[in-house]
């Protein structure tokens, strides 16, 4: 049983946990050979159920674009207007009713970036979604801490579990 748990957690364990998108050393990354992103967009990008996009979230993206990065938003909103408004506003391809962590989107992620998984690396803010989907598929996993508080049930509850992983 105990080496069944430990298999999940590595499952579900992310290559890096950052306090938010802001504190990530890319040029780190580049030389791990990482040229590629998918971002998630709620609680990482910006906060569930905001649709505005901050001049500090649009000069985060135009920088990395500048260091020659590849950019695509996978998101599991099942919103496909607002994914496709903030990918316009960022001039990033986009994909929501991602399924994630099943294999799909981070799949389609890669086509879209033209990158294979060990260059690329998913940005996001749920170990079961994100975190998960892109360890299963070798991509390199970063998680940041979501960016509201929760309140609704499932959610506060899946919190719960992901700092039992975590810690
Ligand atoms: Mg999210």
Redo the contacts with the bound molecule.
């Keep these: 049983m105990k080496e069944y748990w430990e298999k999940i957690k590595k499952l579900l364990r992310p290559n890096l946990v950052v306090s938010d998108i802001y504190n990530i050393d890319f040029a780190k990354l580049k030389n791990q050979g990482i040229r590629a992103l998918i971002l998630?967009?709620?609680?990482?990008l910006i906060p569930r159920g905001v649709n505005e996009i901050s001049p500090r979230v649009f000069e985060w993206v135009v920088e990395r674009k500048e260091e020659g990065f590849k950019l695509c938003l996978a998101s599991n909103s099942r919103h496909p207007m607002r994914v496709k408004y903030i990918g316009k506003t960022l001039e990033l391809p986009s994909m929501s009713l991602g399924f994630k962590p099943l294999p799909f989107a981070f799949l389609k992620s890669l086509k879209l970036l033209d990158a294979e998984a060990n260059e690329t690396a998913m940005i996001?803010?749920?170990l079961f979604m994100?975190i998960l989907g892109a360890n299963l598929v070798g991509i390199y996993s970063i998680f940041v801490k979501h960016l509201s508080k929760e309140t609704f049930f499932p959610r506060v509850l899946m919190r719960q579990v992901e700092g039992w992983v975590l810690d």
């Design positions: 998630d967009i709620d609680d990482t996001g803010d749920q994100d």
